[in-house]
């Protein structure tokens, strides 16, 4: 006769310690390549939408196993003909059930995966970051504001604080132990409010950051910016989004696509519309300045504005371009200019910048391959000033 | 639950009687109830109550999970071990049907983990579940050792992961030590009688070298690892403990379709001796045409569709002899089942078919006829089981430079180079020096060379 074990709920969560490594080993595998992760579309178009979640790979298992040109026997519909494709479908299941190994089951790819949210993902890469150090460089906050808070009651006070519940109850306490202490009182007399009842609410005043930024992206439209090019700006400018967030509770972000004229667009067209035509620099920051100035006064907002280029301005505009970027380093938390160059060719403006700006907010950037984006956006929020 | 115990205890009488009059012999049955939370960790542990911790364990948790939270598999139906007794688990969430389909199943399962040579020869179920508790403890004080602990370990492990299926093919094999090698190729060499030298070409041919490591090309790499490496005692003692795992698990890899098909043919026997009631028995031949048809989406094969059918076949078609399917299930493996008993008949009536893999699609190569079923038929048998792993032997071990020489043997099928590298890479860690790898890739012989530096260069040969 079998033996029947009854169920018990020991409560126990076996695998929480493997399940636990296991998630430390593909966070530690996410931050190794990151640079792939970030670079890659999906992420990148749905940056307002936190709550999309990142398939990763789970940890995969190494072994020896076949790869191409392996054969296989399955069963059919019968209609199949010798030479007939069939396309290679999306990751396949073994079949999970049976008292078997599972280990033998998948030959090779694993089919699980992980997720995690944006939110973690911008963990992550952040955590390596030194920030303390940045905030205090880069992210000094506006402090304006100062909110009051209600916490604990005091006898003193002025009368718009007066708490009058705690009055009322102070009141009664009074009259309980005046009734204990006179046996004739009669509870329905008269017992008015005295001096030593009133109470009044203790007030904290908390100093409150400005929590207001926006986030300004210039970026070049001419016909030199080609998609890949803008496809790495885009990585760029998600980077920031996503960082200046997190530090602020109100951001807005603002779009200005420039050719030798510029105009605040949608982020659609900022990264899908291409332009023809020269390039004056000038043209986008002197927009940008208008705009700062209609809309985000520097003292109540934090600014933070990054100009995307490939760097090829028409020579006469250089000049305005420097003295506007000048004017941007002063009003903006950070101004940065990224250089968008799949070669390694100098570019004038650049150097200009180096040369003559003198500003902490001044960041300078410059990117060749996707491989680039999280190197170059960690040094710009590190380093005091590239030269 | 929406039965008692002792409604389960009730059918299980029932079911053991049926079981005992069709002539099953198995081990003492032990049924323990769980809970779906409790049935996933049992899969993700293979279904031992104590397993050693690994990060591999929590992801087959978690992909588990998503299969089942995704719907991408059906019920957790059934978990049975290898031991004696045999223990088996009970989701409580499931029907009442489903359990008593899931008892008469195991009782299947049980029978041929009592009586196939595989297991018999390759297992000790007596020591089971004492075997992994042992295992268990000895790698947990390894961790806790202040000496050793958890990071040493995994790196072991996920090595000795990497490597496990690198093993012999045959079960049970008697394994030789060097000196008996040395004994019998000596022998082999020794001059012959005089009579027949005459006819003997051999007298030319040289002994092999007697110093050379290893003596024999060795596929059991793990082994050879603990022979030869300057590994310290704890880091062999855990290579051991994953070889011997393995060994436990490889009967139940080389008979997955014989033993599933096994367990599917003796529930079905069984449920229609119950006398089910009429709601129920609808239940049972619904949830046993799921179990055992064949997958209809993408090109899979479902192990249970296969064996149910052979194991069918072979009945229909010995209607004297009773005694013949029990001859197969205690005789034969997975390969050697599908070479002797999935006959044309039945690749045609499952509508088989053989595909080729390319780059972006996959090729149909050949499909159940005349022509075409033998093939079928032969690809199936040599990819089923340990045949799934490719063959990669250690052939010489060059002291002077600590370099390890190892062959691929293609037979047809290329390694997947990604998987390849970083496996070597793992066993570079343990191995301390160079690593060459012969192979072939797109029909050229090429070597893969893991250096000390974990550096991989692919080079022809």
Sequence with gaps: ?387 | MEFSINELIEWNKKIEDIVDRLGLDYYQQEFEICSFEDMISYQAYSGMPARYPHWSYGKAYERIKTFYKYNLTGLPYEMVINSNPCLAYLMKENSLLLQILTMAHVYGHNDFFKNNRLFREGTNAEYTLEMFKNHAKRIREYISNPGIGYQRVERILDTAHALKFQTSKVINEKKLTRKEKIKRIKEKYQPQYKEFQLLTDKKDEQMPDLNKIPLEPEEDILSFLIEYSDLEDWEKDILQIVIDETAYFIPQLESKIMNEGWASYWHYQILNELDLPQGMHLEFIKRHNQLISPNEKGLNLNPYYIGYKIFNNIKEKNPDQAEKIFEVRKLERDESFIRKYLTFDLIREMKLLKYDEKKRYYSISEVADEGGWREIRNTLANSVGMNKFPTIKIVEFSKKDNILYLQHEYVGKELKMGYATETLKYMMELWGGPIHLETIIDNEAKKIICDQDKEITVKDS
């Excluded at chain 1, 931050?31 to 890659?40: E, G, L």
């Excluded at chain 1, 207001?212 to 998600?238: E, G, H, P, W």
């Excluded at chain 1, 000038?282 to 100035?293: A, D, N, R, T, V």
């Excluded at chain 1, 506007?324 to 070669?343: H, Q, S, T």
């Design chain 1, 1 to 387: 006769m079998a033996i029947f074990k009854k169920y018990e709920n020991t409560g126990k969560d076996r695998s929480a310690e493997d399940r636990r490594r296991h998630r430390e080993l593909v966070e530690d595998s996410i931050k190794k390549n990151i640079s792939d992760i970030i670079a890659d579309e999906s992420i990148i178009g749905k940056s307002k939408d936190k709550k999309i979640k990142i398939p990763i790979k789970g940890l995969k298992e190494y072994r020896f196993v076949h790869g191409n040109n392996k054969s296989g026997v399955a069963s059919g519909s019968g209609e199949e003909k010798r030479g007939d494709k069939i396309s290679k479908p999306q990751k396949q299941q073994g079949s999970g059930q049976g008292g078997s190994d599972q280990a033998g089951n998948e030959e090779g790819e694993d089919i699980y995966e992980t997720e995690i949210t944006i939110e973690e993902l911008i963990d992550y890469l952040f955590e390596d970051l030194d920030l303390p150090y940045m905030e205090r460089k880069k992210l000094s906050q506006i402090e304006t504001e100062s909110t009051f808070k209600k916490s604990g009651y005091k006898k003193k006070g002025i009368p718009p604080r007066l708490a009058k519940k705690r009055t009322m109850i102070e009141r009664i306490k009074r009259k309980k132990a005046y009734a204990r202490a006179h046996d004739d009182f009669d509870e329905e007399e008269r017992f008015p409010f005295h001096d030593q009842d009133l109470r009044y609410y203790r007030i904290k005043e908390e100093e409150r950051k400005e929590s207001n930024a926006v986030v300004i992206c210039i970026m070049d439209t001419s016909a030199s910016m080609n998609q890949t090019k803008k496809y790495l700006a885009r990585s760029f400018y998600f980077l920031l989004y996503q960082f200046i967030q997190m530090k602020y509770q109100n951001v807005e972000i603002v779009f200005i696509a420039h050719t030798t004229t510029a105009k605040e667009v949608t982020e659609d067209d900022f990264f899908h519309k291409g332009e023809s035509g020269g390039t004056y620099i000038s043209s986008g920051y002197q927009k940008g300045l208008e705009i700062i100035e209609q809309r985000y006064d520097p003292s109540h907002w934090n600014v933070y504005c990054f100009h995307c280029s490939d760097g090829d301005n028409w020579s006469e505009d250089n000049q305005k371009a420097l003295e506007y970027a000048k004017k941007l380093c002063d009003v903006c938390n950070l101004f940065g200019y990224g250089e968008i160059k799949p070669n390694y060719t100098r570019s004038a403006i650049k150097s200009i910048y180096s040369e003559n700006i003198d500003s902490d907010n001044l960041a300078l950037v410059r990117i060749t391959k996707k491989e680039d984006i999280w190197p170059s956006f960690k040094e710009m929020l590190e380093s005091d000033k590239e030269g």
